[in-house]
T-cell receptor
Framework: GESVGLHLPTLSVQEGDNSIINCAYS??????FIWYKQESGKGPQFIID?????DKRQGQRVTVLLNKTVKHLSLQIAATQPGDSAVYFC?????????????FGKGTLLTVNP | NAGVTQTPKFQVLKTGQSMTLQCAQD?????MSWYRQDPGMGLRLIHY???????DQGEVPNGYNVSRSTTEDFPLRLLSAAPSQTSVYFC??????????????FGDGTRLSIL
């Protein structure tokens, strides 16, 4: 099966700093990875995804890095803003098996201090 | 487009009562799913559907039923509510088709308390 963990349950940063949120996964067959942001009282919101044929993918102020050798995934947020305060989840799936099932990590609470 | 719409937003039930959580999407997504979110547990898959008339079990299906009579709707039924089913329930949908890897889009959840 798949287990997904996060290295830190909470992360506190100063406004303007860069944030790095980490995620480890266990199944080497996992080939699709997603980061979600969840604000209080809302559902998870898609941020960025990456497939296993890539090591890095960039979006607007966000970068996802994938290290398949050590089964590690990270989300980098540049110039963190108060609006980035939320819980961040990584999720992984294996399209070689049932691609319909995502396994979610437990989440990291990001707090941005003004 | 409204995206994924869940109703109700909040519900309190007594043990043994039944109810249906509604989920509708207007994106013509083939795949729909239900998750529950508990403190410290992340999101866990209850049931999912890859198209109208097709449903399958996820990680924690016991105590829940689903049906998929249309592409748009995917209701989740609690047959006899138990306190262990107190949770926040999220519905999600995504496209399938030739591109297998697509992100799921989530509703804003139903907060359910069983007394």
């Amino acid at each position: 099966g798949e287990s997904v963990g996060l290295h830190l349950p909470t992360l506190s940063v100063q406004e303007g700093d860069n944030s790095i949120i980490n995620c480890a996964y266990s199944n080497s067959a996992s080939d699709y990875f997603i980061w979600y942001k969840q604000e209080s009282g809302k559902g998870p919101q898609f941020i960025i995804d990456i497939r296993s044929n890539m090591d890095k993918r960039q979006g607007q102020r966000v970068t996802v890095l994938l290290n398949k050798t050590v089964k590690h995934l990270s989300l980098q947020i540049a110039a963190t803003q108060p609006g980035d305060s939320a819980v961040y989840f990584c999720a992984v799936s294996n399209s070689g098996g049932s691609n319909y099932k995502l396994t979610f990590g437990k989440g990291t609470l990001l707090t941005v201090n003004p | 487009n409204a995206g994924v719409t869940q109703t109700p937003k909040f519900q309190v039930l007594k043990t043994g009562q039944s109810m249906t959580l509604q989920c509708a999407q207007d994106m013509n997504h083939e795949y729909m799913s239900w998750y529950r979110q508990d403190p410290g547990m992340g999101l866990r898959l209850i049931h999912y559907s890859v198209g109208a008339g097709i449903t399958d079990q996820g990680e924690v299906p016991n105590g829940y039923n689903v049906s998929r009579s249309t592409t748009e709707d995917f209701p989740l039924r609690l047959l006899s509510a138990a306190p262990s089913q107190t949770s926040v329930y999220f519905c999600a949908s995504r496209r399938t088709g030739s591109t297998r890897n697509q992100p799921q889009h989530f509703g804003d959840g139903t907060r359910l308390s069983i007394l």
